[in-house]
């Protein structure tokens, strides 16, 4: 046996996914998390996980996990205390940031605190002009006494940040060389390292918040490495990154800033080989687990890479998949606001104490309460029977609530359904409508615990016609992990319009990054057969503030790349804003690099076509109470694993697994294609 195991670490659940390279077995396991240290839960997953398939440690050949803690730590604001040096003058950017309000209309909204507080923020005397010749040179007995100081208040981190660093980073360099000297036991990042590219504010922020997860990271690796070799797990393993690749343990607690979508970014992976899998390009993959709901989009099968986003209030420059996320989760507590409202989320039970229905103490219903009430979740266990649940406490719940609102409790539940899928569909709309898309032109991918018994009702929100159920939905972000690949990203801005001539300067810029990105294939051990580049600017029109990244064709750059790139930024610019200024210069702002290395996959196999009928699969009926009906509707329950290929179901309908559950609506049907996949569509 070779067993490669994908681990996601989750607010509520930890989900595990084992898959046998000799026969193709794939095995799926949920373990409680463990919020106060997640590698707990992790080592737990493992274990049971290996016992259930009656496997050794000495057989598994992978292992890669993703991971919420650096997210969390950012959330909470349980990083380090952190120290930042920056160029004299420039200690308040990182709190004045670019002077915009974080609502436009809302006048009582709070940006986020600064991870660095005003007197650990120390100026030092150096400046570089925007072309890299020196100014002020580095004041390094300034630097020394900063590196005294950020001791002595008892710092765990140091950032390090100066105007114009990643044009000529020397100044960085030196400064950061002093600084472990005099204080060795201190993380220490500098911005060049980061992030290389313009716009200082987003760049020193992505630098703080990089120093203050930095030690967070680092002590959850060693202690998640140590529990690993506890088990007598040999293989090197890997943890995802927020461009959907994994990376080595070394680099993530270096890196930990390109950790913090660690977990969503392989549902996307997921959802790509879904999409190869099943031949469905255009998908908009939809990860509804027990805290949030996380969507993306793909089209021709590729989603979308950002080079920054705000992650809870806080800039970050780094590479990152597209992905829109939204407090709405099973978990999600349902409750009155101000106005007498009923509103969902963002707060969540988490895995601790967890919906009502979980009898742990909590008292506010929650999303999987709603759904408990409604039977559309059964009613008496989940888990596949693993977990018993108390229905009459939900009910309990729900009817308080509807007490407070003045509504039959039946009513209040499917209306905390509603709201909830208003919720996730609004997310769908940033990621689709509001960026050119047509959600019909798409089908819907559901994973996550939660995504399938909402997903009927969301793509009716959005009219969307088709729904793709993988075979192991619970643990879509755990399956992403055995189907992704090595991935680095390498950046440089040199700024300069787009004319004839530039074929020498852009070749260059390009060799400069493919030379970082070997480095980075040879400390990964990465073959040389199994290596490939990938090339993006980001180009603007002169007097634009934002950038698109458009893709450099392969090869030598000459003047067929030069056009190429014209013609793909007019293109995008076209699709985004809806005009081309023909007459405006173009310029060439930021130039990319992305390394990716092929490592083996788990490689699933086609079945062999059953025919229609679905009888065998069947496990029984129970009433599910739906708004079509006003009223409980007795529908078929379907085991899940008992589904084969061909296999044809009309709802009103359910389908349960251990991991997930499916609702069909009325007028919905599904069909089984060969890879096991469950396929819904709108009659």
Known sequence: MAWRIGIDSGGTFTDVCLFDDATGRVEVWKVPSTPDDPSRAIARGTEE??????????????????TTVATNALIQHRGVKTGLLTTAGFRDLIEIGRQKRPELYDLQADKAPALVTRDLRIEVGERLRHDGSVMTPLDEAAVRAAALTLKAAGVKAVAIGFLYGFVRPDHEVRARAIVEEVFPDAFVCASHE???EFREYERISTAVVNAYLGPVMHGYIRRLAARLAELGIAVAPHLTQSNGGVIGFDAAARLPVRTVLSGPSTGVVAGQALGVMTGIPDLIT????????DVALLKNGVAGLASDATVHGYPIKAPMLDIHTVGAGGGSIAHIDSGGLLKVGPRSAGADPGPVCYDRGNTEPTVTDANVVLQTLNPQELLGGRMKIRQDLAVAAVKRLAEQLGMDPMETAQGIVSVVTANMAKAIRVISVQRGHDPRDYTLVAFGGAGPVHAARLARELDMKRILVPRNPGIGCALGLLLTDLR???????????AAGLESEIGGIFEGLAAEAGHWFDEEAVASADRRLRRTV????????YELAIDV??????????????????AAHK???????????????????????????????????????????????????????????????YDREKLKPGNRIVGPAIVEQMD????????????????????????
């Open 194 to 196: 980061v992030a290389p």
């Open 575 to 637: 699709r985004l804003y809806g005009f081309v200024a023909a007459e405006e210069a173009v310029q060439l702002v930021t130039f990319r690099v992305e390394a990716i290395g092929f490592v083996p996959k788990a490689e699933f196999k086609p079945e062999p076509d059953a025919g229609p009928d679905a009888s065998a699969a069947k496990m029984g009926e129970r009433e599910v109470w739906f708004p079509e009906a006003h009223g409980f509707v007795r529908v078929t329950v």
């Open 660 to 683: 997930a559950t499916t609702v069909l609506l009325p007028n919905m049907t599904a069909h089984v294609e060969p890879y096991l996949n469950l396929i819904l569509e709108t009659l």
């Open 553 to 570: 064709p392969d090869g030598p750059v000459g003047p067929a790349t030069l056009a190429a790139l014209a013609d793909g930024f007019a």
């Open 49 to 66: 996980g290996l016992a259930r398939v009656g496997a050794g440690a000495a057989d598994v050949v992978y292992f890669g996990h993703g």
């Open 538 to 545: 980001d180009m603007r029109y002169r007097g634009q503030n």
């Open 286 to 293: 939809f990860d509804m687990g027990g805290t949030s709901s």
């Open 488 to 498: 680095a990203n390498f950046a440089t801005t040199r700024l300069m319009t787009l």
